[in-house]
Nanobody, 121 residues
Framework: QVQLVESGGGLVQPGGSLRLSCAAS????????MGWYRQAPGKQRELAAT???????NYADSVKGRFTISRDNAKNTVYLQMNSLKPEDTAVYFC???????????????WGQGTQVTVSS
């Protein structure tokens, strides 16, 4: 009923930039917090950034000042602008959203399939 589809990953050199997008589709009565998480090989999934429906943001210390999260509520889309990328930013990046599909159904947590970001020279 709900899909989160990420795009924008790829290979970039250290110091470069990428912009990730995640579009929600399906039954979307309301979308609350949205965010980006990442998982490097052999490591646990960790928070990168989150944004509320009102635009309040939260960042992991490791990405503060380099990454910017934003959203377009009219397009049901969340973005992650990543600048000054480092090799340690290499990971699969997952979109996350809390979505209510109907006024009668509780809010649920949804994940995208992930997009690979590789920072390497």
């Amino acid at each position: 009923q709900v899909q989160l589809v990420e795009s924008g990953g790829g290979l970039v050199q250290p110091g470069g930039s990428l912009r990730l997008s995640c579009a929600a589709s399906g039954r979307l009565w309301a979308i609350y917090n949205m965010g980006w998480y990442r998982q490097a090989p052999g490591k646990q999934r960790e928070l990168a950034a989150t944004i509320t429906s009102g635009g309040d943001t939260n960042y992991a210390d490791s990405v503060k000042g380099r990454f910017t999260i934003s959203r377009d509520n009219a397009k049901n889309t969340v973005y992650l602008q990543m600048n000054s990328l480092k090799p340690e930013d290499t990971a699969v990046y997952f979109c996350n959203a809390y979505i209510k599909v109907s006024w009668r159904i509780e809010t649920a947590n949804y994940w995208g399939q992930g997009t690979q970001v590789t920072v390497s020279s």
